[in-house]
């Protein structure tokens, strides 16, 4: 089976940089990917990592080490409207393994 | 936005009673699954389908069924309504790239469920 770890809530000030941890354990890996969603809303699609390294997305980058069973979403630059629970998700075959979430919060 | 649709979107039930949740897509996509999310747990996998007539358990299948007669219909049914099903369900599309596998999975809008 697959379980994932992320922090449960983290909060950051407007204009600042955050990092939001995954470690996960699976039976099979292709890929970690990164779901926004806000209240009310549903998930949105944010970034997929099938190697090592990091990807690059405007303000928002994803890490992952598969060594290491981690990854990382970082948000740069923060604005309140990135207030919004994030997810990590394992891709370990034709269905994706969500994490709990983690809420940020964004403050003035 | 990927065209993905849900049915109804919210919905009120008593317990012992059926109910079916429909989700409708667009996209002709291959791959359909069925979530819940509650507070504290995230989204769990409840059934999945890979094609017309093919269709796999998820992490909390217990007490639901799924049907797919038609490429761009998901059935989700709970033959008979527990209060543990009070849940926001969500409906997700695929489109598995062979090469890759970058499963990028687009998000219905949901439907609030209700079991008194």
């Known amino acids: 089976g697959q379980s994932l770890e992320q922090p449960s809530e983290v909060t950051a000030v407007e204009g600042a940089i955050v990092q939001i941890n995954c470690t996960y354990q699976t039976s099979g890996f292709y890929g970690l990917s990164w779901y926004q969603q806000h209240d009310g809303g549903a998930p949105t699609f944010l970034s997929y990592n099938a190697l090592d390294g990091l990807e690059e997305t405007g303000r928002f980058s994803s890490f992952l080490s598969r060594s290491d069973s981690y990854g990382y979403l970082l948000l740069q630059e923060l604005q309140m409207k990135d207030s919004a629970s994030y997810f990590c998700?394992?891709?370990?075959?034709?269905?994706?393994?969500f994490g709990g979430g983690t809420r940020l919060m964004v403050k003035p | 936005d990927a065209g993905i649709t849900q049915s109804p979107r919210h919905k009120v039930t008593e317990t012992g009673t059926p109910v079916t949740l429909r989700c409708h897509q667009t996209e002709n996509h291959r791959y359909m699954y069925w979530y819940r999310q509650d507070p504290g747990h995230g989204l769990r996998l409840i059934h999945y389908?890979?094609?017309?007539?093919?269709?796999d358990k998820g992490e909390v299948s217990d007490g639901y069924s799924v049907s797919r007669s038609k490429t761009e219909d998901f059935l989700l049914t709970l033959e008979s309504a527990t209060s543990s099903q009070t849940s926001v369900y969500f409906c997700a599309i695929s489109s598995i790239q062979g090469q890759g596998r970058h499963n990028e999975q687009f998000f219905g809008p949901g439907t609030r469920l209700t079991v008194l």
């Open positions: 998700a394992v891709d370990a075959g034709n269905m994706l393994t």
């Open positions: 389908s890979y094609g017309v007539k093919d269709t």
